[in-house]
């Protein structure tokens, strides 16, 4: 069983148990289960913004502990005074030391769209991401049957929340990738094996369709390479890792998109 197979296994078993502890009707009294979802797609288009999708992780499976006592408060709304379009909070808490309460914290603090960052394989865990103050979620196509996969999108989009699709390579995005899905994440990071490759998201660029906003993830540590990628057609950058590992997150993201945006000016100067 690899890394991928052995966290979708254990979050069947959370989810059973989060329906008994916490029931959909007790989500459904969430403040946040009526307030309208921000949009994910419109916030990365957005040309005063820098595209990055800002990631709070504290751990992960492959690297261990990354930064677990980060104060998601200072962090989130360090991230974006910082520009970034839009935050992404991982929520899982036996692989990577997340919680549904950050997501609620960065929620509190921040006026942006929230990326729930999770494994979801169930209608519930939408509910919960709707209750949460989440506006979007994430469906890896590597974890979820074509059909189950836009069955989930389809119940998401009914409660207003967008969905970044997940892809690994071109089978996957040919597969899964339906009418129900605006925006695509091309993770560089293969989840069987954890390495990286962000030459993955330059392959397949050419093939995600128009219309569709492309989001390169994972193993983005150079300023320039986004500059490329923004290229090759991509919009949105999810970045972890490059920012967690410094001890003020929020100050490596600052210093980041300041870079981007003098490179993104010396090349406009050129052309």
Partial sequence: MNILDEII???????AERKELYPVKLLEKSLYFETPCLSLERYLLRPDKSGIIAEIKRK????????PYVSVERTSIGYMQAGASALSILTDTNYFGGKNEDLVTARKYNFCPILRKDFMVDEYQIVEAKSIGADAILLIAAALEPVRLKELAAFARSFGLEVLLEVH????????LNELVTVVG?????????????????????????GITKV??????QAQTLVEL????YNGFLIGETFMTDSRPERAAAAFVKELRQLQELKAQVV
């Fill in 186 to 210: 091309v993770n560089n990071r293969n989840l069987k094996t954890f390495k990286t490759d962000v030459g993955l998201s330059f392959e397949l660029a050419q093939y995600i369709p128009a």
């Fill in 230 to 233: 923004q290229q090759a057609g």
């Fill in 216 to 221: 390169s993830e994972s193993g983005l540590s």
């Fill in 169 to 176: 390579n071109k089978e996957e995005l040919d597969k899964t």
């Fill in 60 to 67: 992960s499976p492959s690297k261990g502990d990354i930064n």
């Fill in 9 to 15: 296994a254990h979050k069947y078993k959370e989810v």
